[in-house]
T-cell receptor, first 112, second 115 residues
Framework: DAKTTQPPSMDCAEGRAANLPCNHS???????VYWYRQIHSQGPQYIIH???NNETNEMASLIITEDRKSSTLILPHATLRDTAVYYC?????????????FGQGTRLTINP | DTEVTQTPKHLVMGMTNKKSLKCEQH?????MYWYKQKAKKPPELMFV???????INESVPSRFSPECPNSSLLNLHLHALQPEDSALYLC??????????????FGPGTRLTVL
């Protein structure tokens, strides 16, 4: 699976959009980009995933660049409850159960 | 039911004890996973069960013994652990089959302390 690079920490004001970048310059054509977050001492929570196109769900939007070498997770109206470590993970789209390889993630702090 | 449950939430054990962690899901998922997370580190995979058979073992020491009695239940049996095994143990499940791509959903974890 391709390696990802994320900033170690970010701050965002409550109510503003939080934009979390992820670099995955060695991504292969069949690899998906996944985002999870982990609120302190809880299990990781699935947020969103994408292959080529931009994706949106009730939690967030995922913007993937045309060359697929980077992506941005957008939390449109951040709240204090969005304070967490956000993990960007790249994994192959092959059949069967696979491991998720977590990097160090970005620690996002939402400030009041 | 759309969640993965884990019991107990917290566990303290001595190095000579035998204990078990339990994970359950009723989403019809056919893959289940154990991850270990040390303090201030990301989760790391330990084991994967696919269709109740062990498919991945990430060279985990034998003092950790997984068991998958049925498609809804996953256990992790612990014996003769060391203090450095203290960590958050996370269970996850994923659908497999026709669902594509296969997305993992995590439980809240068991916080284990080995004295």
């Amino acid at each position: 699976d391709a390696k990802t690079t994320q900033p170690p920490s970010m701050d965002c004001a409550e109510g503003r959009a939080a934009n979390l970048p992820c670099n995955h310059s060695t991504i292969s054509g069949n690899e998906y980009v996944y985002w999870y977050r982990q609120i302190h001492s809880q299990g990781p929570q699935y947020i969103i995933h994408g292959l080529k196109n931009n994706e949106t769900n009730e939690m967030a939007s995922l913007i993937i660049t045309e060359d697929r070498k980077s992506s941005t997770l957008i939390l449109p109206h951040a709240t204090l409850r969005d304070t967490a470590v956000y993990y960007c993970i790249v994994r192959a789209s092959i059949q069967g159960a696979q491991k998720l390889v977590f990097g160090q993630g970005t620690r996002l702090t939402i400030n009041p | 039911d759309t969640e993965v449950t884990q019991t107990p939430k917290h566990l303290v054990m001595g190095m000579t004890n035998k204990k078990s962690l339990k994970c359950e899901q009723h989403m019809g998922h056919r893959a289940m996973y154990w991850y270990k997370q040390k303090a201030k580190k990301p989760p790391e995979l330990m084991f994967v069960y696919s269709y109740e058979k062990l498919s991945i073992n990430e060279s985990v020491p034998s003092r950790f013994s997984p068991e998958c009695p049925n498609s809804s239940l996953l256990n992790l049996h612990l014996h003769a652990l060391q203090p450095e095994d203290s960590a958050l143990y996370l269970c996850a499940s994923s659908p497999l089959g026709d669902v594509w791509p296969d997305t993992q959903y995590f439980g809240p974890g068991t916080r284990l302390t080995v004295l």
